[in-house]
Nanobody, 125 residues
Framework: VQLQASGGGLVQAGDSLRLSCTAS????????VGWFRQAPGKEREFVAS????????FYGDSVKYRFAISRDNAKNTAYLQMNSLKPEDTAVYYC???????????????????WGQGTQVTVSS
């Protein structure tokens, strides 16, 4: 499974961005599709995850109420809508897919089997 993350860029604080995650040669069905981010010198951080079957979504505490994860079955694409961006949101954002994840495990990046290449998000103050 090859994942492609796109949509990053340079924005100002308070702006919005939408990231996309698409799978090549694979149709999402029962996976969790998640977003993680990693800033220089920091550990990889859970951002959000969505259950493809059913659409249940989960968020990291630092992005809750500002970010929204969604999916489009027809386009086989997951999205991360990021609003009210802050300089501390600056990081490389990765999308990932994994199976059999539950609430207690979906925040663990080690549980995701497939990863995209990452897209840079830079928020200036």
């Amino acid at each position: 499974v090859q994942l492609q993350a796109s949509g990053g860029g340079l924005v100002q604080a308070g702006d919005s961005l939408r990231l996309s995650c698409t799978a090549s040669g694979h149709t999402f069905r029962n996976e969790n599709v998640g977003w993680f981010r990693q800033a220089p010198g920091k550990e990889r951080e859970f951002v959000a995850s969505i259950r493809w079957a059913g659409g249940g979504s989960f968020y990291g505490d630092s992005v809750k109420y500002r970010f929204a994860i969604s999916r489009d079955n027809a386009k086989n694409t997951a999205y991360l809508q990021m609003n009210s961006l802050k300089p501390e949101d600056t990081a490389v954002y990765y999308c990932a897919a994994g199976y059999n994840l539950i609430a207690s495990t979906m925040r663990d990046w080690g549980r995701y089997a497939y990863w995209g290449q990452g897209t840079q998000v830079t928020v200036s103050s």
